[in-house]
């Protein structure tokens, strides 16, 4: 049985700095290319960044580029998303997603997502 467990989510203080964490397990981490998603209230679902299956390649939505950083940890078969001079915009569920292959830009569907954590940042 396949599972993304996200963790780090919380309240922060625009300017402030969370690092959310995704553990995957019931897969071989290393056939996975893997993203981090966010959905806003009264949004829909975006792609925030994402991750090649050896961690080099990586995307960014124009949004968080310069601010969020993605990387992984195959050893450990978890995902990081190191959040920086977080906004109030960036208040969302973020959600971890697996997708099979060696690189993945977002766009295509995932075929595994975590329950969401939620990031709030006051103003």
């Known amino acids: 049985q396949v599972q993304l467990v996200e963790s780090g989510g919380g309240l922060v203080q625009a300017g402030g700095s969370l690092r959310l964490s995704c553990a995957a397990s019931?897969?071989?981490?290393?056939?996975?290319?893997m993203g981090w998603f966010r959905q806003a209230p009264g949004k829909e679902r975006e792609s925030v960044a994402t991750?090649?299956?050896?961690?080099?390649?990586?995307y960014y939505s124009d949004s968080v580029k310069g601010r969020f950083t993605i990387s992984r940890s195959n050893a450990k078969n978890t995902v990081f998303l190191q959040m920086n001079s977080l906004e109030p915009e960036d208040t969302a569920v973020y959600y971890c997603?697996?997708?099979?292959?060696?690189?993945?830009?977002?766009?295509?569907?995932?075929?595994?997502w975590g329950q969401g954590t939620q990031v709030t940042v006051s103003s």
């Open positions: 997603a697996a997708k099979y292959g060696t690189s993945w830009s977002g766009g295509e569907e995932a075929d595994y």
């Open positions: 019931g897969v071989t981490f290393t056939d996975y290319a």
């Open positions: 991750i090649s299956w050896t961690g080099p390649r990586t």
